[in-house]
């Protein structure tokens, strides 16, 4: 299992490919990779970014982007738009899309999927608006079913989930949460093999690490879950979901037998810790999806006059409690572009940079002495990184 992440401009548009082998396989829009799960995050690929007004703010990529039009890569299964901003929410971008695509689902930020669909270009049944996350409410998790590739495997699953901040009002500040369990190969039956001496061999199934895990904590009554296909959004029935722990760290295995779920935290200008807290206790343990695979958030904290909205980025600060909190495995840097900006909303802007081996110093040093383990990048346009589970 893997997850290959692929920056594809210098700013925050990712795109993420789950996979069920170790190494992603090759894919296109007309032959699906078995198991594989794509989603695209905040596609901007060329032309400018206008906030309002051009005199307002203006903002201009200085790295051409590595592709020059999304028909130049497969159709995604998912497109991710964490805000209605122009950066995020790029109307000449997206209009790349294959409006009528038969694979590709929008989600969106309810204010940007309330933008998206008023362009009338895309079919209205591809755009949805992310409910913001209770841990309450498991209909506020969107749920995608992956089948398996052979009969008699179980299904994999990938979910999205929206964290908003609370009193946010200039809706800059959120985290969207990713998770990927793959399908599985239906259960080996024993076999009889004969050995090089004529003997009979019994060959058995090899037994993983989660056989001699303990059960699954006692579900809770049904709840209404909101559950899309993998190829065409369809509506699933009810599921069950299990009572949790109240700390993170208790991890626990969604289903014996099966791999650890991939993980993503997806914030390009940062929300607290306390805001992804009940997401983390609940649904990542519940999918027994820590610690977190990947962080995508911003390094460099950019501050603006508090008339003019106050905190843009977090940047590491506000990172930090994530990454260690979670436990996180590789934390890239998002939305740290040096975009060409003009305007006057952004005269008064101050920015602090952090470099790589800041980060990463920080980081792993942790808290009362204890060290973290933490893989920092800052992936350059076009760069990749494959992460195994």
């Given at each position: 299992?893997?997850?290959?992440?692929?920056?594809?401009?210098?700013?925050s548009?990712?795109?993420?490919?789950?996979?069920?082998?170790?190494?992603?396989?090759?894919?296109?829009?007309?032959?699906r990779?078995?198991?594989?799960?794509?989603?695209?995050?905040?596609?901007?690929?060329?032309?400018?970014?206008?906030?309002?007004?051009?005199?307002?703010?203006?903002s201009?990529?200085?790295?051409?982007?590595?592709?020059?039009?999304?028909?130049?890569?497969?159709?995604?299964?998912?497109?991710?738009?964490?805000?209605?901003?122009?950066?995020?929410?790029?109307?000449?971008?997206?209009?790349?899309?294959?409006?009528?695509?038969?694979?590709?689902?929008?989600?969106?930020?309810?204010?940007?999927?309330?933008?998206?669909?008023?362009?009338?270009?895309?079919?209205?049944?591809?755009?949805?608006?992310?409910?913001?996350?209770?841990?309450?409410?498991?209909?506020?998790?969107?749920?995608?079913?992956?089948?398996?590739?052979?009969?008699?495997?179980?299904?994999?699953?990938?979910?999205?989930?929206?964290?908003?901040?609370?009193?946010?009002?200039?809706?800059?500040?959120?985290?969207?949460g990713?998770?990927?369990?793959?399908?599985?190969?239906p259960?080996?039956?024993?076999?009889?093999?004969?050995?090089?001496?004529?003997?009979?061999?019994?060959?058995?199934?090899?037994?993983?690490?989660?056989?001699?895990?303990?059960?699954?904590?006692?579900?809770?009554?049904?709840?209404?879950?909101?559950?899309?296909?993998?190829?065409?959004?369809?509506?699933?029935?009810?599921?069950?979901?299990?009572?949790?722990?109240?700390?993170?760290?208790?991890?626990?295995?969604?289903?014996?037998?099966?791999?650890?779920?991939?993980?993503?935290i997806?914030?390009?200008?940062?929300?607290?810790?306390?805001?992804?807290?009940?997401?983390?206790?609940?649904?990542?343990?519940?999918?027994?999806?820590?610690?977190?695979?990947?962080?995508?958030?911003?390094?460099d904290?950019?501050?603006?006059?508090?008339?003019?909205?106050?905190?843009?980025?977090?940047?590491?600060?506000?990172?930090?409690?994530?990454?260690?909190?979670?436990?996180?495995?590789?934390?890239?840097?998002?939305?740290?572009?040096?975009?060409?900006?003009t305007?006057f909303?952004?005269?008064?802007?101050?920015?602090?940079?952090?470099?790589?081996?800041?980060?990463?110093?920080m980081?792993?040093?942790?808290?009362?002495?204890?060290?973290?383990?933490?893989?920092?990048?800052?992936?350059?346009?076009?760069?990749?990184?494959?992460?195994?589970?």
């Amino acid at each position: 299992m893997s997850l290959k992440v692929e920056h594809l401009n210098g700013d925050s548009t990712f795109l993420l490919t789950f996979s069920p082998f170790e190494v992603p396989q090759i894919w296109s829009s007309e032959i699906r990779a078995p198991g594989a799960f794509t989603v695209l995050v905040d596609p901007w690929i060329s032309g400018p970014s206008k906030v309002w007004h051009a005199k307002f703010s203006l903002s201009k990529h200085t790295i051409p982007s590595s592709i020059e039009h999304l028909s130049d890569m497969p159709e995604p299964d998912v497109v991710l738009i964490s805000q209605d901003k122009p950066d995020h929410c790029h109307e000449a971008t997206l209009r790349q899309l294959n409006p009528c695509s038969k694979y590709t689902t929008i989600l969106a930020e309810p204010a940007a999927a309330k933008k998206i669909q008023g362009w009338n270009y895309f079919d209205r049944s591809k755009v949805h608006a992310l409910p913001p996350f209770s841990s309450q409410k498991q209909s506020t998790i969107v749920r995608f079913m992956i089948p398996s590739p052979m009969p008699g495997g179980l299904a994999g699953e990938a979910t999205v989930a929206f964290i908003p901040a609370k009193r946010d009002l200039t809706g800059l500040h959120n985290a969207i949460g990713i998770t990927y369990r793959p399908p599985s190969l239906p259960p080996r039956a024993p076999t009889l093999s004969k050995s090089s001496t004529r003997s009979s061999v019994l060959s058995l199934p090899i037994q993983t690490a989660s056989d001699n895990l303990p059960d699954t904590p006692p579900q809770t009554p049904p709840s209404r879950t909101s559950t899309l296909s993998s190829t065409t959004a369809s509506s699933r029935s009810d599921t069950t979901a299990s009572s949790l722990s109240s700390t993170p760290l208790a991890f626990r295995p969604a289903l014996l037998n099966r791999e650890r779920t991939l993980s993503v935290i997806y914030s390009p200008h940062g929300v607290t810790y306390s805001h992804i807290l009940p997401y983390a206790t609940t649904h990542l343990v519940q999918a027994a999806a820590l610690p977190l695979t990947l962080l995508l958030h911003c390094f460099d904290r950019v501050q603006n006059p508090w008339y003019l909205g106050g905190n843009i980025s977090a940047g590491l600060p506000g990172g930090l409690e994530i990454a260690r909190n979670l436990f996180t495995r590789c934390w890239i840097s998002a939305h740290d572009e040096d975009k060409e900006i003009t305007g006057f909303s952004v005269g008064q802007v101050v920015t602090r940079k952090y470099a790589v081996e800041e980060v990463k110093k920080m980081v792993e040093e942790g808290r009362k002495g204890e060290k973290l383990k933490v893989d920092v990048r800052a992936l350059a346009c076009g760069e990749s990184i494959v992460l195994g589970a």
